[in-house]
């Protein structure tokens, strides 16, 4: 029986903050299932899901010794399931294991990289990519001329979000961010408006900046921020949950949706994932409007595996912007 392959991994053997993420240099090689495919990761992507399960508080429960991660870009280690050996792809794992030098994916949420897409540009486009489309089209139904909030749209869904509203025909954008610096970065992006997230006053200047009120909101942080946007929507307005990355949980009583004839629509991805026809053509079309210029991806640090907890500290801080990656053979 031949011996089993080593790689470099981060893992977690308690639930708890960034501390419990450790480097392993010995962890054994993932064996793929017969619908999956082996990757040699050259990045793999961090997303502030992955810091809700180091406490196994995501809505998708882990079971320990558990590798986080759930996307990764690199090449395909062996000819299968249509991929050529050496195909630059990228992926989503189907349960975590992306923080490693290796890794098995679903054959069916593999893609190519089109020629001349970064590693970072493909991994945004994907979960984040993903995101921002599906919580703008799927759940938002944005139509043209319509009013958006992005919160913190400086983030990896959130600076994609912003751009997307713009090219989707949107009349007024207005999104949140951290600081000044943020601030003037989502502007950059498109925003018409670039308000404080921190703000105990983040209500009255989304009514001020929309009088006509919100027809959009997408919201990922819950709490106050939640309750801000809630209160700003028009009648018919949408507000569309993707995270809550604060963990305050909020209460609507149904006579405040019906009182202004507002919506309040939950949308975790993965529900959508099973389904192809939520996966290749809206990649399609994120990967065209990168191609044609009307898209791009904010590229944030890159931090070499072993600083996995460094960037889990970083991100849960609001110290980044843009799309975060990890480095395997760092």
Request: hydrophobic residues 45%; contains cysteine.
């Amino acid at each position: 029986m031949g011996s089993v392959l080593r790689v470099r991994a981060i893992r977690i053997d308690e639930w708890g903050g960034p501390e419990v993420l450790r480097l392993v240099e010995d962890a054994p090689e993932p064996s793929p299932g017969p619908d999956e495919v082996l990757i040699r990761v050259a990045r793999a992507g961090v997303n502030f899901a992955d810091t809700h399960q180091t406490r196994n508080a995501y809505v998708a429960k882990s079971a320990l010794p558990f590798v986080p991660g759930a996307e990764v870009a690199g090449t395909v280690a062996a000819a299968g399931h249509g991929f050529a050996a050496g195909e630059r792809v990228v992926a989503l794992t189907r349960s975590g294991g992306g923080y490693a030098e290796v890794a098995a994916v679903p054959a069916a949420y593999c893609v190519r990289v089109p020629d001349g897409v970064s590693d970072a540009a493909a991994l945004a486009l994907l979960l984040q990519g993903l995101t921002a489309w599906h919580v703008l089209v799927t759940a938002g139904r944005l139509a043209e001329g319509e009013t958006v909030v992005v919160v913190s749209g400086a983030g990896g869904v959130g600076s994609l979000a912003v751009q997307l509203a713009r090219g989707m025909g949107a009349g007024l954008i207005l999104a949140t961010a951290s600081s000044e610096d943020k601030r003037a970065l989502v502007r950059g992006l498109g925003a018409d408006v670039a308000l404080d997230t921190g703000s105990d006053g983040l209500g009255d200047a989304l009514r001020e900046a929309a009088p006509g009120g919100v027809d959009v909101a997408l919201e990922m942080a819950g709490g106050r921020v939640f309750d801000a946007c809630f209160e700003a929507l028009a009648p018919l307005g949408r507000l569309v949950v993707y995270g809550i990355s604060s963990r305050e949980q909020n209460e609507v009583r149904t006579g405040r949706l019906l009182k202004h004839s507002r919506s309040l629509i939950g949308l975790w991805l993965h529900h959508l994932l099973p389904e192809a026809r939520h996966v290749g053509p809206p990649l399609e079309d994120l990967f065209a409007r990168l191609d044609r210029g009307q898209l791009r991806v904010v590229e944030g640090e890159t931090y070499p595996l072993s600083d996995a907890r460094r960037a889990h500290e970083d991100l849960a801080g609001r110290r980044t912007s843009g799309k975060l990656l990890l480095d395997p053979s760092l």
